[in-house]
């Protein structure tokens, strides 16, 4: 499945939650909720995924850690905020960056439809990937 194919289950499994729980909870609720929902539908994921950053060549446990990554291929990082503000979308493509992912999808569930939540960031990752490709 690529990226595209994913982004649509997780959306939709993102929707979901959304019209079951509304906005108002903590965004633990709603990360619990979302990966019981990728269960349920067989999406495949990683959930609170470590990822090392690579510092002149050497990898470094810092302690990043993505809330998902789906099929290997997709970032998803959850708010639950009033506002989604520029550092939250640049957390998302440093993620992206990190992992040699393309697509990451920022989901807020803190809005009222759960459509206005949702940004999909897309990067071109292939000077990245050499650094991934070569451990």
């Not at 499994?13 to 990728?38: K, M, N, T, W």
């Not at 639950?80 to 697509?103: D, I, N, P, W």
């Amino acid at each position: 499945m690529d990226e595209n194919a994913l982004s649509k289950l997780i959306i939709g499994a993102a929707i979901d939650v959304h019209r079951h729980l509304g906005p108002g909870l903590l965004e633990s609720a709603y990360e619990q909720c979302l990966a019981y929902e990728f269960s349920l539908q067989t999406i495949v994921f990683d959930r609170q995924k470590a990822i090392p950053v690579i510092y002149k060549g050497t990898k470094l446990d810092c302690g990043f850690r993505v809330d998902f990554l789906v099929g290997g291929l997709v970032v998803v990082e959850l708010k639950a905020v009033e506002v989604l503000t520029a550092v939250h979308s640049a957390q998302v493509l440093t993620y992206l960056k990190l992992t040699g992912c393309k697509l990451g999808i920022l989901l807020n569930f803190n809005e009222t439809r759960m459509q206005t939540g949702i940004k999909r960031l897309v990067l071109d990752l292939s000077d990245y990937r050499k650094d991934y490709d070569e451990e």
